[in-house]
């Protein structure tokens, strides 16, 4: 059989069929979500309103994409799952494909190409480098320590873009910067992490100014569930399309970008692709960060803990089932003001079959990994919410337990082996906090005073001590038992 190319493609495959000959988009995170959210929206931006809006886009570490993309003419397929059956698509919109960790200046340079106008990330929570404690940009990490010390050579993700931002200060010529990670109020954060850098290197006034006044750092809530690509994934794109596709991509059939329209340079008409472009934004990251991924967490950990290798085998799950939805209930819900018109029974209706979706399969141990990063952005303001009002949010301290749990290794306590699977950079520190807690109490304690949550949260007493309650309840009783005695609380 064939390879996947652009003499190779089946006629009525492409996805939107637009071939930019031109790149305008620069993107930085070339994984599975960009290519399955950003990168079809703007493939069917194009075929509506064309434009120059090709995307260079550049992976982090490795040539695993990259690859098979330049190989493939910059093609690659898309499999949709749901319960109707799998189609399969392929998107043909990146015109060059980098590898930032192989030539970082190759990057710094395409942001200050005249015809690039918008940068978009998709680098995950980790990848913005903020301090657990304070939100701020992390001046402890080692990784960010080791660019502010020599900002023209970086290697963290804040400190690319702080660079290509000072060399594109030079020419004035503005830009945007559109973060589609899971934060909230994305861009906003977005523009601080790269300030503070930039203020800490000792960027000049001028390059401050720059970024100030002809910068723009529109928010977006992303949303699309993209789990990694499987070893059959080829198979199936082969059945389908007929080709050999090395760099395939899995999705859900649903997919949702709500942008504040915000760009300092134009942009694709994503608008007419069915993006929306909204000036509630923030409401809606809230609505997506907290309803979606803060119970996705729930599902992972407590699922992970019970052995469910998929999140719809969590899912399925009566005792998981009953935890996220009084979590959305009585600790999300409370916390959000929903956008205009905005109505959430079906939007939670809705999730309830995104969540259930075993053609899909998502692994439970992908959405657990990196709860250290993703848990501040689903847990710590939605807490403080309820707490302000009088109330202790049992369904985010029971998240809280059960990631503790699943990922630090409570004394005499084996997480089990979907838990062993979750990726958690913070393994070593928490180790670190943790050495020679007797006790599943004391060892939920030390992670709370770590580091790893907010001070403002852990400060409250009612949350913390239903924390520590939870994890010993885990310990000793299971996860079962610590969502029944959540639930019920
Ligand atoms: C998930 C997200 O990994 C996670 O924690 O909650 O990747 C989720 O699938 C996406 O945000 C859906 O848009």
């Known amino acids: 059989m064939r390879a996947l190319s652009r003499d190779t493609t089946p006629a009525g495959a492409l996805i939107g069929a637009c071939a930019p000959d031109a790149t305008g988009i620069v993107h930085l995170g070339l994984g599975n979500f960009?290519?399955?959210?950003?990168?079809?929206?703007?493939?069917?931006?194009?075929a509506v309103?064309?434009?120059?809006?090709?995307?260079?886009?550049?992976a982090n570490a490795s040539d695993r994409v990259a690859g098979p993309m330049r190989a493939q003419d910059h093609r690659y397929s898309i499999l949709e799952l749901s319960g109707e059956g799998t189609r399969a698509g392929v998107v043909d919109v990146h015109r060059r494909v980098g590898v930032v960790a192989a030539d970082p200046g190759a990057f710094v340079a395409s942001l200050v190409e005249p015809g690039h106008r918008i940068l978009t990330l998709t680098v995950s929570e980790?990848?913005?480098?903020?301090?657990p404690r304070t939100g701020a940009l992390d001046v402890d990490h080692a990784d960010v320590r080791a660019d502010l010390d020599a900002p023209q050579s970086?290697?963290?993700?804040?400190?690319?873009?702080?660079?290509?931002l000072t060399l594109r200060a030079e020419t004035g010529e503005p830009f945007t910067v559109l973060s589609c990670d899971n934060l909230q109020s994305a861009g906003r954060a977005t523009r601080q992490v790269v300030t503070e850098f930039l203020q800490s290197s000792?960027?000049?006034?001028?390059?401050?100014?720059?970024?100030a006044n002809r910068v723009s750092f529109p928010n977006a809530m992303v949303d699309r569930i993209v789990p990694g690509t499987t070893p059959q994934t080829s198979d199936e794109v082969a059945a389908l399309l007929g080709v050999v596709d090395r760099a395939p991509v899995r999705a859900e059939k649903f997919s949702m970008w709500v942008l504040e329209d915000d760009f300092a340079a134009g942009r694709p008409a994503w608008d007419r692709a069915g993006a929306i472009m909204s000036d509630e934004v923030e409401?809606?990251?809230?609505?997506?960060?907290?309803?979606?991924?803060?119970?996705?967490?729930?599902?992972?950990?407590?699922?992970?803990?019970?052995?469910?290798?998929?999140?719809?085998?969590?899912?399925?799950?009566?005792?998981?089932?009953?935890?996220?939805?009084?979590?959305?209930?009585?600790?999300y819900l409370p916390s959000i003001r929903l956008p205009r018109g905005f109505d959430s029974a079906p939007y939670v209706e809705q999730l309830t079959h995104r969540w259930g979706n075993t053609a899909?399969?998502?692994?439970?141990?992908?959405?657990?990994?990196?709860?250290?990063?993703?848990?501040?952005?689903?847990?710590p303001d939605a807490a403080l919410h309820a707490l302000a009002d009088g109330r202790v949010p049992?369904?985010?301290?029971?998240?809280?337990?059960?990631?503790?749990?699943?990922?630090?290794?409570?004394?005499?306590?084996?997480?089990?082996?979907?838990?062993?699977?979750?990726?958690?950079?913070?393994r070593e520190r928490l180790a670190q906090a943790t050495r020679g807690a007797r006790t599943a109490r004391e060892h939920a304690r030390r992670v709370l005073t770590g580091g790893f949550l907010p001070d403002a949260l852990v400060a409250h007493e009612s949350f913390a001590g239903r924390v520590e309650e939870l994890v010993d309840t885990i310990v000793h009783h299971g996860a079962r038992a610590a969502a029944r005695e959540a639930t019920a609380a």
Do not use: C
């Not at 980790?126 to 301090?131: C, D, E, F, N, P």
């Not at 000792?202 to 401050?208: C, F, K, M, Q």
């Open 34 to 46: 960009h290519r399955a959210h950003a990168a079809v929206f703007t493939a069917e931006a194009l």
């Open 49 to 58: 309103e064309g434009g120059d809006w090709g995307i260079a886009g550049f």
């Open 126 to 131: 980790v990848g913005y480098s903020r301090s």
């Open 154 to 164: 970086p290697r963290t993700a804040v400190g690319l873009v702080a660079r290509g």
């Open 202 to 211: 000792g960027a000049t006034g001028d390059v401050l100014d720059f970024v």
């Open 283 to 331: 409401a809606y990251e809230l609505v997506k960060l907290r309803l979606l991924n803060g119970s996705h967490s729930l599902i992972a950990y407590l699922g992970g803990l019970d052995g469910q290798p998929t999140i719809p085998d969590a899912w399925s799950q009566d005792f998981v089932r009953d935890a996220v939805l009084a979590g959305i209930r009585d600790d």
């Open 360 to 379: 899909l399969g998502d692994r439970t141990a992908r959405v657990g990994s990196d709860g250290s990063t993703k848990l501040l952005q689903r847990i």
């Open 394 to 426: 049992h369904m985010l301290a029971l998240t809280t337990a059960a990631w503790i749990a699943a990922v630090s290794a409570p004394p005499g306590f084996d997480a089990g082996p979907v838990a062993a699977e979750m990726n958690e950079p913070a």
